[in-house]
């Protein structure tokens, strides 16, 4: 199932390139993939169109794969970056630093993002006693610790003046000129995380039965759970600079998976992350050619999908409160 996931992510990004302001056959964009000759069509193409594409790819899997580690924490199938206050952690402090302290680098804004994040996060493990309160706590902790960082961020906004566009558009989600440089940003941050969830398979796996039975086979939940609550804001932290806060992406993905049945752990974190590139990358299709030759925010085509499907799976589906394996 995985793999039919990456064949469907590589033929949307395929179809990716066919489609824009100017459009493409497939024998072309075949011969420009492989033989570039620095043309019109040559840098559309490998300058334009692929870095995006691979870049939504990218940053689909990460904050699927965040959605998945934290689900898998607290063990609370509503755990996402966008509700536990993740996505929001992160992007405050970002827009905070791009008004007031202009000096600071971009490329120190992944490690700006990582301490909000964790903070924002923590803060919302706390209200809902440590994720294992009811997913009424998780979710109106992470909804109340999402809600202040907004306002904090609507605030700098209005002292932004004229950058006020150019980071609204950031805030609603969006791959819109991101190029080699951006994926090259943001990978390094989504393979840790996801190379951490894989490594710590076995460890998830325990989680899964439950907190008492995980201490009782040796699982030590004070190292533990920082780890896994670090590798799950890790590609947040990773994604966030470059695409904005992209909704819905993460906490919708692992239910999908669980829908599918993998086989076993591993399965479903390569599953979990394939489908959040599919969808990230389906959307970002969506966006860019729905009104040619504007585009619309990544963030309001994620939450359109993936808003009506999670109604379906909470009206359809019984949600275990426990487990959310």
């Given at each position: 199932m995985t793999m039919f996931v990456l064949a469907a992510t590589l033929l949307v990004v395929v179809i990716g390139l066919l489609i824009g302001t100017k459009q493409l056959s497939l024998p072309k964009v075949l011969s420009v993939l492989l033989a570039p000759d620095g043309k019109i069509d040559s840098i559309l193409i490998w300058t334009l169109r692929l870095p995006r594409s691979l870049a939504a790819a990218t940053g689909g899997a990460g904050l699927a794969i965040s959605g998945y580690l934290l689900q898998a924490l607290t063990r609370n199938p509503l755990a996402g970056p966008d509700i536990t206050g993740v996505a929001s952690g992160?992007?405050?402090?970002?827009?905070?630093?791009?008004?007031?302290?202009?000096?600071?680098?971009?490329?120190?804004?992944?490690?700006?993002?990582?301490?909000?994040?964790?903070?924002?996060?923590?803060?919302?493990?706390?209200?809902?006693?440590?994720?294992?309160?009811?997913?009424?706590?998780?979710?109106?902790?992470?909804?109340?610790?999402?809600?202040?960082?907004?306002?904090?961020?609507?605030?700098?906004?209005?002292?932004?003046?004229?950058?006020?566009?150019?980071?609204?558009?950031?805030?609603?989600?969006?791959?819109?000129?991101?190029?080699?440089?951006?994926?090259?940003?943001?990978?390094?941050?989504?393979?840790?995380?996801?190379?951490?969830?894989?490594?710590?398979?076995?460890?998830?796996?325990?989680?899964?039965?439950?907190?008492?039975?995980?201490?009782?086979?040796?699982?030590?939940?004070?190292?533990?759970?920082?780890?896994?609550?670090?590798?799950?804001?890790?590609?947040?932290a990773g994604v966030a600079p470059v695409a904005g806060p992209v909704a819905f992406v993460g906490l919708v993905s692992p239910h999908i998976t669980r829908l599918l049945k993998p086989q076993n752990t591993g399965w479903s974190i390569a599953l979990t992350a394939a489908i959040g590139a599919l969808m990230t990358v389906t959307a970002d299709l969506i966006a860019r050619s729905v009104a040619l030759p504007r585009e619309l925010p990544v963030g309001i085509i994620t939450a359109l999908l993936g808003g009506p499907f999670f109604v379906y799976l909470v009206q359809t589906r019984s949600f275990s409160l426990k487990g959310g394996q």
């Amino acid at each position: 199932m995985t793999m039919f996931v990456l064949a469907a992510t590589l033929l949307v990004v395929v179809i990716g390139l066919l489609i824009g302001t100017k459009q493409l056959s497939l024998p072309k964009v075949l011969s420009v993939l492989l033989a570039p000759d620095g043309k019109i069509d040559s840098i559309l193409i490998w300058t334009l169109r692929l870095p995006r594409s691979l870049a939504a790819a990218t940053g689909g899997a990460g904050l699927a794969i965040s959605g998945y580690l934290l689900q898998a924490l607290t063990r609370n199938p509503l755990a996402g970056p966008d509700i536990t206050g993740v996505a929001s952690g992160a992007v405050a402090p970002i827009v905070c630093c791009f008004v007031f302290f202009p000096w600071i680098s971009s490329v120190y804004y992944p490690f700006v993002g990582l301490a909000g994040g964790l903070a924002a996060a923590s803060v919302t493990l706390w209200v809902s006693r440590g994720g294992q309160g009811r997913p009424l706590h998780l979710a109106l902790g992470g909804i109340s610790i999402s809600l202040l960082l907004g306002a904090i961020t609507t605030y700098v906004l209005l002292l932004s003046g004229p950058q006020t566009p150019s980071l609204l558009f950031w805030l609603s989600g969006g791959f819109q000129g991101r190029s080699w440089p951006h994926l090259l940003y943001m990978t390094p941050w989504v393979l840790v995380g996801l190379g951490g969830a894989l490594a710590c398979q076995r460890v998830i796996g325990m989680l899964a039965l439950s907190e008492h039975a995980s201490i009782g086979m040796g699982l030590s939940m004070n190292f533990w759970k920082p780890l896994l609550l670090l590798l799950a804001v890790l590609p947040v932290a990773g994604v966030a600079p470059v695409a904005g806060p992209v909704a819905f992406v993460g906490l919708v993905s692992p239910h999908i998976t669980r829908l599918l049945k993998p086989q076993n752990t591993g399965w479903s974190i390569a599953l979990t992350a394939a489908i959040g590139a599919l969808m990230t990358v389906t959307a970002d299709l969506i966006a860019r050619s729905v009104a040619l030759p504007r585009e619309l925010p990544v963030g309001i085509i994620t939450a359109l999908l993936g808003g009506p499907f999670f109604v379906y799976l909470v009206q359809t589906r019984s949600f275990s409160l426990k487990g959310g394996q």
